[in-house]
């Protein structure tokens, strides 16, 4: 399906210069091994490393930091590619640019960015970002991870859980809090070396889909970090977050793209190939219906997130395009696999073909960086206000 957004003849080229590499990197070293990992649970961090010499882990970051300098349609098409051929790539791959790397670099100084942004940008280091606990979903203000004061350090306790790469990063950007709960100002960021003492992963997840990237628990006991480690000032950690989630939703928003376009090609596909009563599949209405709603889904999807990365682009508030375009886009991609395994049939319940996985992994995004319900209340809270 060849779909049109709204960009220039230059942008456009670019983006589908970008686009082409990272089919070919995923063709290459990704697909060979889909079920491999996913029936196994492996992370495949040579594959992540190799991605980050490619340019696809510092892809919004400039070159003069050792990134690809590149802006959030190229990204969005980089995250598309990959999650078409294995949605658990794509989602490391976001997680690594938008949350860990992101955040140092938006909010870091001059020498942190030094520090740790080119190892990130590059491959040579994995990054997990750290907000979610056990009992504070959404409700990341009363959280129970503290970080204490003591001198010219910051002593951190506590747990995060659901944690992309929290097992196998080699840092962390942690959110704890430094004051009272409830309190949005009462929370800071830290960076968080994997060889810091008392810094070590707990439980890593047993998922229903996503299987290849890797979810876990990461413990602080009295991990004792400088204060140079902190990223901008004492209580704007929450802050922070919420700005790099506005952005984070782009990603999935793509994220949700790719998934629900490799669902539609496989079933276009298929409903072609597949003969029943001496002809296609796709020439019964009840076949051909399903796939025409899953095109035109698609395309409102694409406009809606490539509207969110022109904000984006432009240092325009994203906070309801990026609501819109994530709570659409994941919405969309879950029913699209959903409908593609209908139209395979049996074969479709069989992992055989790839519509299971599609539909196994869609459902993370409609959870992942604020579920669909609070995409709702960010977007009905921004209409409310004029």
């Not at 072609?272 to 019964?284: A, D, P, V």
Request: net charge negative.
């Amino acid at each position: 399906m060849d779909l049109e957004t709204p960009l220039s003849m230059t942008q456009q080229e670019s983006v589908d210069m970008v686009a082409s590499a990272a089919r070919d990197f995923a063709e290459k070293y990704v697909r060979p091994h889909i079920m491999e990992w996913d029936e196994k649970q492996h992370f495949p961090v040579d594959v992540m490393r190799l991605a980050g010499q490619h340019g696809f882990l510092g892809v919004l970051i400039p070159e003069s930091y050792g990134g690809s300098g590149l802006g959030y349609h190229e990204y969005v098409a980089i995250i598309e590619e990959f999650s078409k051929v294995d949605p658990s790539i794509g989602l490391s791959i976001a997680a690594h640019n938008s949350l860990c790397l992101n955040h140092i670099y938006t909010f870091g100084n001059e020498s942190q960015r030094l520090q740790w942004v080119p190892k990130l940008a590059q491959g040579e280091w994995i990054g997990a970002w750290g907000l979610t606990e056990h009992n504070t979903g959404s409700d990341a203000q009363n959280m129970n991870t503290t970080a204490t004061k003591d001198g010219d350090h910051w002593v951190i306790n506590g747990s995060k859980n659901f944690i992309t790469h929290g097992k196998s990063a080699d840092v962390a950007v942690v959110i704890a809090r430094n004051g009272e709960r409830g309190n949005s100002r009462s929370m800071s960021a830290f960076v968080i070396p994997r060889d810091t003492p008392g810094f070590s992963a707990g439980k890593k997840e047993n998922k229903l889909g996503m299987r290849a990237s890797e979810t876990a628990e990461m413990i602080f006991d009295n991990c004792r970090i400088p204060d140079s480690y902190r990223l901008g000032e004492v209580g704007e950690g929450f802050i922070q977050s919420m700005k790099l989630l506005d952005g984070g939703r782009i990603s999935i928003a793509a994220l949700s793209l790719g998934i629900a376009k490799g669902a539609y090609e496989a079933s276009l596909q298929y409903a072609l190939e597949r003969k029943q009563f001496g002809r296609s599949i796709m020439s019964f209405q009840g076949i051909s219906f399903k796939v025409a709603e899953m095109a035109t889904e698609i395309e409102a999807a694409t406009l809606l997130t490539h509207k969110a990365a022109t904000f984006k682009n432009e240092g325009k508030s994203v906070t309801t395009a990026g609501a819109m375009a994530k709570l659409y886009a994941s919405e969309v991609c879950v029913k699209a696999a959903n409908e593609a395994v209908q139209i395979h049939g049996g074969y479709g319940f069989t992992k055989d073909f790839p519509v299971e996985k599609f539909l196994r992994d869609s459902k993370l995004c409609t959870i992942g960086e604020g579920t669909s319900e609070i995409q709702k209340v960010v977007i009905a809270r921004n209409l409310t206000k004029g």
